[in-house]
C-alpha cells in the first residue's frame, strides 16, 4: 500500500515477507541489485533487526527518530537478501507521519518502503501522486496529505571506525546532522557498482529535459515560449520565458524542499512546456539535499544546448586530414542561438578557394542537424581572416603525429614582416636539417620538404 511519511510517499510491503516485497519491485519496475528501507514504529524496534549499534548511531536515533534520517546497520538474518540486495546491512528508518507512525505501532512486522513513484522518475508528495502513476496497482493508498518535508531521508552509514559517513543528503541537513555528531564524511556520487545504490547519476528526473544552471546560458538553445524557469527567492531579473515557478519566493530552503517534487511535476506535466531550466540553490542546508535531487533530475541532459554542439563539432574531421577536427583546425568562431532557438555556426574558411571548406560545411551541417536541429546553418566568416595560429596545440600535435610538419608557432604578422622562416623540423626523425622541395605540398596549404638525416620527404603545413 502507499503511505504517506513526511519526506515523501513510500510503497510498502511487510518487510520480512520476500513475496510482499517482490511486488514492490514489480510495481516500480526497480532492478534488484537497488536495497529497500525498512520503516520500523520507534528506534527500540531496531535492535529486532541487526546485529550491533554503533555509538553514533544511538545519538543520531536519539536525536533525529522519528524524523528524516534512516541508519544503515547490520542485519539480522530475518530481514531477507531480497531487501538488502544481499547487502551486510540494513537501512532502518522511524518516520514521523502520525498516520504511518500509528499503522507500524498496529502491525506485527515492519514496513519496507521505497519512494512510491516508477524507478527514476519523482517522488511523490501527495497522495494523488502516487494514484496517479500507480494507483492501478496498488491496492490501498493511505492519504496523509502534503509531505511536510518533500525530500527523501538522509542516509547515514558508519565505517570501520564507526565514524558516521552520509550516503544521501537529504530532509535532515549536514549541519543539523554534525551538531549531534561531530563532522561527516560525504560518500554521495557511487553510480557504478553503488553501496547505496539508490544514488544513481541520473534519478529523480521529470520526462522534459532539465537543465541546471545561470539562467542566460541554459536558455541557450531553448524556445523560450516553451520553457518554464523553476526559480528560487527574488525573481526579478529573470528573463521571459513561458512560466516562471518559484520554490520559494521568500527564499525559505524548507518550503523550497516540500514544494520540489510536486513544481517539477507539474511543469513536467504542463503541454505548453518542452523544457525546465531550474536555478541552481545555495549550497547549505536543506539546499544540499535539493540542489542533489535537482543535479541527478538534469542528468540526462546536463550539458547546456551549446555545450553538446561544441562536443559534437569534435566529432567533424578535416577531410582533407582526417585526424583533425574543425575545432582543431581552429575555424569554428561561434555557435549561438536566436530567440526561435535556431542553431547558427559561424566558421572562418583556412584560406579562401580551399576546395574543402563546402565539404567541412556540409560535415558540419549533417552532425548538428542530427542533434535535432534541423534548421541549424552555417555562416562565414571572413574577416579576421584565419591563420594558423588559430589551430590549437592538440591540432598541432596530432599533424606532427600524423607525420606533417606543424605550423610553427610565430605570430603571423611576424611571419609578414621579416619572413624568417626558420626549416620544420622533420616529423619523422625530429632532424631540423630539412629543406624546401618544392612551395606546393599535396594541398595548396602545404610546401613540400625533405629531411636530409632520414632522406624522407614530409608535407610542412605552411604557417599563414
Ligand atoms: O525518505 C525516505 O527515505 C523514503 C520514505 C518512503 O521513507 N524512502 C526512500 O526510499 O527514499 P528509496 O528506495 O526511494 O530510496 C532508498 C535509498 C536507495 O537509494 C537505496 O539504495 C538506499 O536507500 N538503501 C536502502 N537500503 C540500503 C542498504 N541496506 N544499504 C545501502 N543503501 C540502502
Ligand atoms: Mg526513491
Not at 560518500?187 to 534519478?203: D, F, I, T
Not at 542533489?292 to 546536463?302: G, I, K, Q, T
Not at 541549424?376 to 594558423?388: C, F, G, I
Not at 636530409?452 to 604557417?463: G, M, V
Request: aromatic share 6%.
Amino acid at each position: 500500500m502507499g503511505i504517506p511519511t513526511e519526506t515523501v510517499y513510500g510503497l510498502a510491503a511487510n518487510a520480512l515477507n520476500p513475496e510482499a516485497v517482490v511486488n514492490i519491485f514489480r510495481i516500480k519496475n526497480r532492478p534488484a541489485f537497488d536495497p529497500l528501507i525498512v520503516h520500523i514504529p520507534d528506534a527500540a524496534a531496531a535492535e529486532q533487526y541487526v546485529t550491533h549499534i554503533p555509538a553514533p548511531a544511538h545519538a543520531l536515533m536519539e536525536a533525529f527518530w522519528p524524523g528524516p534520517l534512516t541508519l544503515l546497520l547490520p542485519r539480522r538474518d530475518c530481514i531477507p537478501d531480497l531487501v538488502t540486495s544481499g547487502l551486510p546491512h540494513v537501512g532502518l528508518r522511524v518516520p514521523a507521519h502520525p498516520l504511518t507512525q500509528a499503522l507500524l505501532h498496529a502491525l506485527p512486522f515492519p514496513l519496507a518502503a521505497p519512494s512510491a513513484n516508477p524507478f527514476g522518475y519523482i517522488s511523490p508528495t501527495t497522495a494523488r501522486h502516487v494514484a496517479d502513476q500507480l494507483g492501478n496497482q496498488v491496492p490501498y493508498i493511505l492519504d496523509g496529505g502534503p509531505c511536510t518535508i518533500g525530500v527523501e531521508s538522509t542516509i547515514v552509514g558508519f565505517d570501520d571506525q564507526e565514524a558516521p559517513v552520509v550516503y544521501r543528503l537529504g530532509g535532515l541537513s549536514v549541519e543539523v546532522l554534525e551538531a549531534v555528531c561531530g563532522p561527516v564524511r560525504l560518500q554521495l556520487n557511487q553510480s557504478s557498482n553503488p553501496a547505496a545504490p539508490g544514488m544513481l547519476a541520473a534519478h529523480y528526473a521529470p520526462r522534459k529535459p532539465l537543465l541546471l544552471g545561470a539562467v542566460p546560458e541554459m536558455l541557450e538553445g531553448l524556445e523560450a515560449q516553451k520553457t518554464a524557469i523553476l526559480a528560487f527567492g527574488d525573481t526579478s531579473g529573470l528573463p521571459k520565458v513561458r512560466r516562471v515557478e518559484n520554490l520559494s519566493p521568500g527564499g525559505d530552503l524548507s518550503e523550497a524542499a516540500q514544494r520540489l517534487f510536486a513544481l517539477l511535476r507539474t511543469l513536467d506535466a504542463d503541454p505548453d512546456i518542452t523544457a525546465i531550466v531550474a536555478v541552481p540553490l545555495p549550497e547549505v542546508q536543506l539546499g544540499r539535499a535539493i540542489n542533489d535531487r535537482l543535479r541527478r533530475a538534469a542528468a540526462p541532459v546536463l550539458l547546456s544546448r551549446k555545450e553538446q554542439v561544441w562536443r559534437a563539432l569534435e566529432q567533424v574531421a578535416d577531410p582533407e586530414i582526417p585526424v583533425l577536427s574543425v575545432l582543431d583546425l581552429g575555424i569554428v568562431r561561434e555557435v549561438s542561438f536566436d530567440a526561435e532557438g535556431n542553431l547558427e555556426v559561424a566558421i572562418t574558411p583556412t584560406y579562401s578557394g580551399c576546395p574543402a571548406m563546402k565539404v567541412i560545411e556540409w560535415e558540419i551541417l549533417a552532425t548538428v542537424r542530427s542533434l535535432g536541429y534541423p534548421h541549424a546553418q552555417v555562416r562565414t566568416v571572413l574577416q579576421p581572416a584565419w591563420t594558423t595560429d588559430w589551430m590549437t596545440p592538440q591540432g598541432k600535435r596530432k599533424l606532427q603525429e600524423y607525420g606533417i610538419a606543424p605550423p610553427g608557432e610565430r605570430g603571423r604578422l611576424n611571419r609578414l614582416l621579416f619572413e624568417s622562416a626558420a626549416a620544420p623540423a622533420c616529423p619523422l626523425c625530429g632532424s631540423t636539417d630539412t629543406n624546401r622541395i618544392s612551395e606546393f605540398g599535396s594541398t595548396a596549404c602545404k610546401e613540400l620538404w625533405r629531411c636530409t638525416a632520414c632522406l624522407e620527404p614530409f608535407d610542412y603545413f605552411r604557417c599563414h
